[in-house]
């Protein structure tokens, strides 16, 4: 069979420095040249071409406009490559991993991003494993098909679905999880594929990029004590078209007069409100507090299962193609690629 030919895309982030042992310091190396860092590249069954940003970008640093430069860069490559591995930043690496699952309308092969917590050049760093499975899992075909067709992100030895997932750990190699998702792989002395949880496009279409992202959108986080004038000066800001609203547990929220009628308001005005839960996992169920109840009647979208990642990169999604606040509402309680479980709906 011919071989797979899989395309880095090195953005930026820990895992392409290297230490300059004269000051200590981490640099960004010439990632064109990583199989002279990591020579167990040419082992691999696969082609490997690497394309890199001009300015490799610190993941605090990333934005939609970026988003959309990565998902060019695969459009322009899309049918001569059998995959693509992204190479970021771990801190943001869940809300370009769920924008990009959005952007990429259609997508048929695997897109995987990775990074490390640790340099690739330093003794004890895990980009090494997370670099190389990824490579291998973005390589996997069957009946000249591949075998993953989503995006993804591969961390630690497990492959998740990348809308579903959320950084939980700033020190630890395990740093990511998918608290309502299963894992999609796994990499121990084998690769085991959790088949079941693939996602599976319907229809046969080419490959649609769509990269008019609206970024006039926000995220609240409801605590004890949120006051009258700090929510209602947050909603009436200019320009704001939708928040991500997080509420407690299962979707609960204050239940004061002021509170609900502040809400009630901007959705009158025409601001798009979704609520997700502050809980790592869980769903938002609106029927069992006074307050989801309410919510509901007042139009405010149920976020259900989503992260809150996912959630605010499917809003400018949603803003971005311009429809009304019922459809609107519509698409974002139905999932497009895997972002919602179906058990939620």
């Not at 917590?117 to 591949?146: C, F, H, V, Y």
């Not at 998702?181 to 949880?197: D, F, M, Q």
Request: hydrophobic share 40%; glycine share 6%; with cysteine.
């Amino acid at each position: 069979m011919k071989k797979a030919h899989i395309l880095l895309i090195y953005t930026g982030g820990t895992i392409g420095m290297a230490k300059d042992f004269q000051t200590g310091t981490l640099k960004a190396f010439h990632f064109e040249k990583i199989t002279e860092r990591l020579p167990e590249l040419s082992f691999l069954d696969c082609e490997i071409d690497t394309i890199s940003f001009s300015q490799p970008i610190d993941s605090s640093d990333m934005n939609p406009i970026l988003w959309t430069e990565i998902a060019t860069i695969i459009q322009d490559n899309y049918n001569a490559f059998d995959g693509f591995v992204i190479l970021h930043g771990s801190d943001t690496m869940s809300y370009s991993a769920s924008a990009l699952s959005f952007m990429l309308e259609n997508l048929s092969k695997p897109v995987i991003f990775t990074g490390s917590q640790l340099p690739i050049g330093d003794l004890r760093t895990d980009a090494r494993e997370n670099l190389i499975t990824s490579i291998q899992l973005a390589s996997l075909k069957e009946n000249k098909q591949a075998i993953i067709q989503e995006v993804c992100l591969y961390f630690e030895y497990k492959l998740y679905r990348a809308n579903r997932t959320t950084k939980i750990d700033a020190e630890n190699f395990q740093a990511f999880a998918s608290m309502n998702y299963p894992t999609l792989a796994e990499s121990g002395v084998h690769l085991k594929i959790n088949r079941e949880y693939l996602f599976r496009r319907k229809n046969n279409v080419p490959l649609s990029v769509f990269n008019q992202l609206d970024t006039n959108v926000a995220i609240i986080k409801i605590f004890p004590g949120i006051s009258e004038k700090i929510l209602n000066g947050f909603l009436s800001i200019n320009g704001l078209k939708a928040v991500v609203l997080e509420t407690y547990g299962s979707g609960n929220a204050p239940t004061g007069k002021w509170f609900l009628d502040t809400l009630s308001d901007a959705i009158k005005r025409g601001l798009h409100i979704v609520n997700v839960t502050q809980c790592a996992g869980g769903t938002v169920m609106p029927g069992i507090y006074d307050a989801g109840s309410y919510f509901d009647k007042i139009g405010i979208i149920n976020g259900k299962d989503i992260t809150t990642e996912a959630a605010i990169s499917k809003l400018m999604f949603l803003l971005g193609k311009n429809i009304n606040a019922k459809e609107l509402k519509i698409r974002f309680e139905t999932p497009i690629c895997g972002e919602i479980s179906k058990k939620s709906l």
